[in-house]
């Protein structure tokens, strides 16, 4: 074992057995000193990897646009909750706080709410967003009651999944345990039947899946939040529509590397299965759809035309650069995946009113 934290899982894992591979996940990304997601800078060049918002600013101004708009479907409640799940350098939400400087009453309505575990991490937010006077959270649930505006960016899929593979027996769950060595973690099936069989879709011998329970318990108390205050959620992130293999990833330096190699060092994540998400939610959902769909439907292509009238020949090369890759359908345009929870009292919001 490379890391300090990858010789305490292996403890406990000798001490108590295998563990599921959400429970590996979650000390992974969240352990308190030695997490991925307590420590590390992941996003931007120097990082791991990097995001939308961080690619082009026409990410977050669009996003600043759409909830804009949807406070004053609202009716312009003031105070609004702002509230950003895993903001980043916080990138996102200067852009979108810039772009909507013009909407009267916006910026004296919003209460701005970073729910942030990373303290470099807020640190960075501090700079950018300083200006907003933001509270800062550990958890969703921490947020003040009262009608909200929330956006969460590459957020979900960061949060724990369990594993599961189809054998002659059955749905078995994928654990982490322990090599011979006593020092190497690797994968176990575990021998009995798996309590989440009927959660599994029918798969073939050998077929994989996942569930994450962290994202659905999330998107219920979105969904719950929302109905019971008022308000709407923009959920941007890589995924499936509907079922999902077995997508668990890491990623190091902007390339792939061994999800338990390193725990703590390495960025672990999963594809987010929107299906369970739109269902957990339990209120009104829109989407999900590809985030080329969603941003051309904001008007993407005249904002950079907007941008490359003001610009040199190569800022013009690098907002076409960006805009490529934020909606070509090879890029981030289909992979990505857009969806709205919204409250059932206001009207369709913009970018979704047509199926891709
Ligand atoms: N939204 C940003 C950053 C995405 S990276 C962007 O698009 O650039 C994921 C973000 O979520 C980081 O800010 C990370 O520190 C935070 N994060 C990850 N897991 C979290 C958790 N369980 N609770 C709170 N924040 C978390």
Redesign the pocket.
């Known amino acids: 074992m490379t890391t300090e934290l990858g010789r305490l899982i292996a403890r406990r894992i000798a001490l108590t057995g295998p563990i599921p591979i959400a429970d590996f996940m979650a000390e992974a990304?969240?352990h308190p000193r030695l997490g991925y997601?307590?420590r590390v800078l992941?996003?931007g060049a120097a990082g791991d990897?990097?995001?939308?918002?961080?690619i082009s600013q026409m990410f977050g101004e669009l996003v600043g646009a759409w909830l804009a708009e949807r406070w004053l479907a609202m009716g312009a409640p003031s105070p609004v909750r702002l509230v950003?799940?895993?903001?980043?350098?916080g990138?996102?939400m200067a852009d979108a706080l810039r772009a909507t400087r013009g909407v009267p009453g916006f910026r004296a309505a919003l209460r701005l709410h970073l729910?942030?575990?990373?303290v470099p991490?807020r640190a960075e937010q501090r700079r950018s967003l300083g200006a907003f006077a933001p509270a800062w959270h550990?958890?969703?649930d921490e947020v003040p009651p009262g009608p909200a505006l929330i956006v969460?960016?590459?957020?979900f899929?960061?949060?724990p999944v369990r594993q599961f593979q189809k054998t002659a027996q059955g749905w078995r769950e994928r654990m982490v345990g322990l090599a011979p060595d006593g020092d190497t973690l690797v994968f176990a099936l575990a021998p009995g039947a798996t309590p989440f069989a009927p959660y599994l879709p029918h798969g073939a011998d050998g077929a994989q899946a996942e569930i994450s329970e962290?994202g659905r318990g999330l998107a219920a108390a979105i969904g719950a939040r929302l109905v019971r205050d008022g308000g709407w959620a923009l959920i941007?992130d890589y995924g499936y529509d509907s079922g999902a293999g077995a997508s668990l990833q890491a990623v190091r330096g902007h390339r792939g590397a061994g999800i338990l190699d390193d725990p703590g060092e390495t960025d672990l994540s999963a594809h987010v299965d929107f299906a369970a998400l739109a269902a957990s939610a339990n209120a009104p959902t829109f989407g999900p759809i590809g985030q080329g769909y969603f941003l051309r439907r904001l008007g993407i292509l005249q904002r950079a035309e907007s941008l490359k009238a003001r610009a040199n020949k190569s800022q013009r090369a690098a907002i076409d650069a960006a805009l490529a890759r934020l909606i070509g359908p090879d890029q981030m345009g289909t992979l990505f995946r857009v969806l709205a929870v919204g409250d059932g009292r206001t009207s369709l919001p913009a970018g979704f009113s047509e199926a891709e």
């Not at 950003?84 to 350098?89: F, K, S, T, V």
């Not at 729910?115 to 990373?118: D, L, Q, S």
């Not at 969460?152 to 957020?155: K, L, P």
């Open positions: 990304l969240g997601y307590r992941p996003v990897f990097t995001t939308a918002p961080e950003e799940l895993g903001p980043g350098r990138t996102l729910v942030e575990t990373n991490l550990e958890r969703f969460a960016n590459e957020f899929d960061a949060l962290a941007v």
